[in-house]
């Protein structure tokens, strides 16, 4: 797993290469969840990413809605759980909630 600092330094990076990017960092969990507070993951234009916010049961919709984020600049944060319908797609289905704040690198 890569640490968050040489995340950051990769991110830096891309953004330094012209590309857009976005950090995605947990900054809630209930129950059952895959990562801790803190964890991140990272998500340039070209939907390339590193790190982990879920282990994997989330990432798809975080780096889709983190492509977003980096076309409006507007910062969201996402919620996953066992009341979303979303939760069974996305792997949540044993009781766990997520929440995701994800922002635009800004340069």
């Known amino acids: 797993m890569t640490t968050t600092p040489d995340l950051l330094t ?3 990076q891309w953004a330094d290469g012209g590309k857009k ?3 995605a960092t947990v900054v809630g969990t209930w129950g059952s969840s895959p990562r801790p507070v803190g964890s991140q993951l ?3 234009e070209d939907s390339e990413f590193e790190g982990s916010v879920s282990g994997g049961c ?3 919709a975080v780096v889709t809605e983190a492509l977003d984020i980096m076309e ?3 910062p969201k944060l996402l919620e996953f759980g066992v009341s979303d319908a979303m939760a069974w797609e996305v792997g949540l289905a044993c009781g ?3 929440k995701v704040f994800v922002e635009r690198l800004e340069a």
């Open 72 to 74: 409006t600049g507007t």
């Open 42 to 44: 990272i998500v340039n």
């Open 10 to 12: 990769r991110a830096a």
């Open 58 to 60: 989330i990432e798809g």
């Open 96 to 98: 766990g909630e997520v």
């Open 21 to 23: 990017v976005a950090i």
